[in-house]
């Protein structure tokens, strides 16, 4: 069965500079959530998707942005990185807008690098 | 986690037996989804269970919910070596977003 798609799945990147990450959600799902998970941390919610308006929003940072496109896909732009931003960028999706009672799968995640 | 958490933090078992892990929360859910994660890679779902559920089986997998007690409990049965991983709960009872505890590690050696 098809899964989520994160792409890339691993980047380096220098301080200050900036990042995009990509997630293609199931076909047919038409919600995405963006988690960020530090090193020995558990995944934190960052923001989420619904037909392609912003659903809710958790501790993401400023200067991240995040949207939904037609297809269905997701993009979360990141600048200004800083060294604190190294961590794993889990991409969910579910089938519905009612994501508090379907099952959220996730994608194998980015893994971010900030020199 | 000032949400919720997970315990034991760590757990140590031989193959064979069964490992149980516990969370709890702070707030009213809708659900509660427990997941696996091998070290540094993605989330599996392993099961959901409804506010209005108090257990729920998927092959050695057993999950419990007490929502009076704000807990819920992952029994898995017969361990095997390939059971080591991280396991999480989360729970969600706002519109989308999902809050996760803090984890079990869990180790079983053969």
């Known amino acids: 069965a098809a899964g989520v798609i994160q792409s890339p799945r691993h980047l380096i990147k220098e301080k200050r500079e900036t990042a995009t990450l990509k997630c ?3 076909p047919r799902h038409d919600t995405v959530y963006w988690y960020q998970q530090g090193p020995g941390q558990d995944p934190q919610f960052l923001i989420s998707f619904y037909e392609k308006m912003q659903s809710d929003k958790g501790s993401i940072p400023d ?3 995040a949207q939904q496109f037609s297809d269905y896909h997701s993009e979360l732009n990141m ?3 800083e060294l604190g931003d190294s961590a794993l960028y889990f991409c969910a999706s579910s089938p519905t807008g009612t994501g508090s009672t379907d ?4 994608g194998p995640g980015t893994r971010l690098t900030v020199l | ?3 919720g958490e997970e315990d034991p933090q760590a757990l140590s078992i031989q193959e064979g037996e069964n490992a149980t892990m ?3 929360y702070k707030t009213s859910i809708n659900n509660l989804q427990w997941y696996r994660q ?3 890679r993605g989330l599996v779902h392993l099961i959901l269970i409804r506010s209005n559920e108090r257990e729920k089986h998927s092959g050695r997998l057993r999950v419990t919910l007490d ?3 704000k807990s819920s409990s992952l029994l898995i049965t017969a361990s095997r070596a390939a059971d080591t991983a991280s396991y999480f709960c989360a729970w969600s009872g706002g519109y989308q977003k999902v809050t996760f505890g803090t984890g079990t590690k869990l180790q079983v050696i053969p």
């Open chain 1, 63 to 65: 200067r991240f942005s």
């Open chain 1, 24 to 26: 293609y959600p199931i």
């Open chain 2, 67 to 69: 929502t009076s007690k």
């Open chain 2, 38 to 40: 091998n070290s540094g």
């Open chain 1, 79 to 81: 600048s200004s990185l």
């Open chain 2, 1 to 3: 986690s000032q949400q």
């Open chain 2, 22 to 24: 516990n969370c709890s």
């Open chain 1, 103 to 106: 099952t959220q799968y996730f």
